[in-house]
């Protein structure tokens, strides 16, 4: 499940090609051939640092295309996963004719969790926020070297991303676990679910190759998981806004019983944003709303951005059981200071 904002919160007005180019500044970082990926990662990263507001209506692709000097068709294909990109930001720029319209987004908002996300679920994966494929690439490419794996868990699972990760890792079974009843079912229907020798060409979860693990789907909540220390590998992929600071050392509790002695807890984290930049105050704007929103209408939607911060997140694995670390994910680049855009936390079961 990723982390799903009520309402969209979208900036009027319109940023020239040229304004844009500029800002974008030397964006090719690879080869000829990854010029549409260099483009998308070029223009996530701007949403992310707060330099492009969020949800600001892009110029016209022709235009886009005769200043930097690239087709039409590299522009068209760079966009929508750029819109995928913006991780921290997963509602910047989100409308598209697959996805949700502004009124089921209003259902949604309205609802419960769990109820909120059956009704998103059969289009979820036409939407900003599923964890996009870059970013699943680059876990699995950091996490590869940790193993060998022979039994992975996806922890609130959502449409299966983080399944399709572990399959990638794991050689004997996945299981994916949600308490979403329609997401399990968008999940167990996805091409990413058939068996991995109908799969080897599916790029639901990244370009390489599933291993032949079986995949089992189970719907039950992440504060009480229904298994025994089985597990080699956990993950999590953009649920954590859905659970309260006060709930969290029951959740990693429950992620430390599944994991055999040894066994490694991971998921991403993005940087936080500059204090001040576009981004920050968006963040701040969101939660702000959805406490206010949580006060007045029943029943809650649980979802904050600005309460999982990396240092209390670290003592609370800690207090747990895990002994931690941080691994830079190189592949979604650096900050204007140096530092990785997004780390991977790696918690392992002593």
């Known amino acids: 499940m990723s982390a799903t904002p009520p309402f969209p919160s979208r900036v009027t007005g319109r940023i020239s090609a040229a304004r844009l180019a500029n800002t974008l500044g030397n964006w ?14 070029a223009l996530a990263a701007l949403v992310h640092d707060g330099r492009l507001p969020p949800g600001i209506r892009l110029p016209p692709e022709r235009e886009l295309a005769a200043v930097l000097g690239v087709s039409r068709t590299m522009i068209g294909a760079a966009l929508p996963e750029a819109r995928r990109g913006a991780l921290s930001l997963p509602w910047a720029l989100m409308f598209t004719p697959q996805g949700p319209t502004l009124r089921e987004l209003a259902v949604q908002a309205f609802s419960s969790i769990e109820h909120g996300y059956d009704l998103l679920a059969p289009k979820f994966d036409h939407t900003p926020f599923r964890t996009p494929d870059h970013l699943l690439d680059a876990v699995v490419r950091t996490v590869r070297p940790l193993g060998p794996f022979a039994t992975g868990l996806d922890i609130c699972c959502g449409t299966g991303a983080g399944v399709g990760v572990l399959r990638r890792l794991c050689d004997e079974r996945v299981t994916g676990v949600d308490f979403s009843a329609g997401m399990l079912a968008a999940a167990a229907s996805a091409p990413a679910s058939a068996p991995a020798s109908a799969s080897r060409s599916a790029s639901a979860a990244g370009s390489a190759e599933f291993t032949s693990a079986a995949v089992d789907w189970v719907r039950a909540d992440a504060r009480a998981l229904p298994f025994a220390p089985v597990f080699d590998l956990a993950v999590s992929f953009g649920a954590f806004g859905h659970f309260l600071p006060a709930e969290r050392p029951v959740l990693f509790a429950q992620a430390h019983a599944v994991l055999r002695p040894g066994g490694l807890f991971v998921f991403p984290l993005p940087a936080p944003p500059r204090v001040g930049s ?3 105050w968006a963040l701040w704007g969101f939660d702000s709303a959805m406490r206010l929103r949580n006060l007045l ?5 649980v979802m904050y951005y600005r ?3 990396l240092p209390e997140v670290l003592d609370e694995l800690a207090r747990t059981g895990f002994a931690t670390e941080l691994l830079p994910l190189t592949d979604l680049g650096q900050r204007p200071d140096g530092s990785p855009r997004c780390a991977l936390v790696v918690a392992r079961r002593e």
């Open 297 to 301: 209408w029943h029943p809650r939607f």
């Open 28 to 41: 090719r970082t690879g080869g000829p051939r990854s010029g549409g990926k260099d483009l998308a990662d």
């Open 307 to 309: 309460t999982f911060r």
């Open 278 to 280: 576009p981004l920050y």
